[in-house]
């Protein structure tokens, strides 16, 4: 598992710009959902004015090539509403406005499956594709190595908890089962979150009451 810097997050989005599906990695990125799960969203799922988006289904490939299904989250936990960064509510109000212009455009042709993000003529985007074809040039657009596509959701968990954030507040926006679950795979970070606790102990005990 492998997880960006703050540095690496801000040059992979801006390389995600060059891409026509820059606005699925950014997605991806900042809500540290599950490929499936992203996949897998359609246009009522999606709340621009409330700023958030509620998993409540996933995608499954089919073996073999034979197509694709919905089907229900992983576990309960995992059926979540997720808030959404302001910027990327921009994106996405603008990313439908597009998406309906296509859809206009290609009239009969387009195959609606309601998808939040879908190929040029609507159909389901293929995650191995996707990993290859839009995910991988943008890493070498931002000089990076290394990664992998659901190195994404990683990479959201780790930031947050590297600036701080309270690991449950993580956990429910991962859709982790339980809390534990989510300290056992990012207890890389703990030591760092430990250093930043110890350091706010140090001004509220002993700077302001002048200990030494």
Request: charged share 25%; glycine share 6%; proline share 4%.
């Amino acid at each position: 598992m492998k997880a960006f810097s703050p540095k690496d997050a801000a040059a992979f989005l801006e390389a995600a710009k060059g891409d026509r599906f820059g606005i699925v990695l950014a997605f991806a990125l900042a809500t540290g959902m599950r490929v499936n799960e992203y996949l897998a969203l359609q246009r009522k799922d999606i709340d621009l004015r409330g700023g958030t988006a509620t998993v409540q289904r996933v995608v499954v490939w089919k073996p073999k090539g034979a197509g694709w299904t919905f089907a229900e989250p992983k576990t309960s936990k995992s059926r979540r509403t997720v808030p959404l960064p302001s910027s990327l509510v921009k994106l996405l109000a603008e990313h439908r406005r597009e998406q309906a212009e296509r859809r206009m455009e290609l009239g009969p042709l387009y195959e609606n499956h309601d998808l939040v993000f879908a190929t040029g003529k609507g159909t389901l985007i293929y995650h191995r594709n996707h990993a290859l074809r839009h995910f991988a040039p943008t890493l070498k657009r931002a000089k990076l190595k290394g990664f992998r596509l659901y190195d994404l959701r990683h990479s959201c968990a780790t930031l947050l908890l590297s600036a701080g954030e309270n690991p449950k507040v993580v956990s429910e926006r991962l859709g982790h089962s339980l809390i534990v679950l989510t300290l056992d795979i990012y207890s890389h970070v703990l030591p760092d979150m430990q250093r930043v606790a110890t350091e706010k102990l140090e001004n509220m005990l002993f700077k302001q009451t002048g200990t030494r």
